[in-house]
């Protein structure tokens, strides 16, 4: 048995990049310990929170909803992702890397989205 959320692609991609974010965000200064470190863990981890909660609605509208909320989460880590660069927190080539994480999830919960009936 489980949750209809946990056979979503997007979901199980969500959750692995909460887990790299987490793991990137240790790194950052402990300065940053409550402020861009805590941020941008929140908006990761509500990428996949919101999609599960999403998906146990009890309409495809609320689905639709959640997955926008999820979108907005993930441009929220992105934002967070560049302050990290500017901020010397990560180099060039991690933040590439996650941004073209980023992207790829970006476009697959868009096209989720509007494949909602």
């Known amino acids: 048995m489980s949750f209809k959320f946990e ?4 979901w199980q991609k969500a959750m692995d990049f909460g887990e790299d974010i987490n793991e990137i965000s240790k790194n950052f ?4 310990l409550f402020n861009l470190s805590s941020q941008i863990r929140r908006a990761a981890d509500s990428i996949a929170l919101n999609i599960s909660e999403g998906s146990i609605g009890q309409s495809n509208a ?30 060039d080539g991690k933040f ?12 697959m919960m868009i096209a989720f989205k ?4």
């Open 96 to 107: 590439q890397e996650f941004y073209d994480e980023s992207f790829h999830l970006m476009n």
């Open 29 to 32: 200064p402990k300065e940053e």
């Open 7 to 10: 056979k979503l692609t997007i």
């Open 62 to 91: 609320e689905l639709q909803k959640f997955i926008g909320y999820s979108i907005r989460s993930l441009a929220e880590v992105v934002t967070c992702l560049y302050k990290a660069k500017r901020r010397q927190y990560i180099t």
């Open 114 to 117: 509007k494949n909602i009936k």
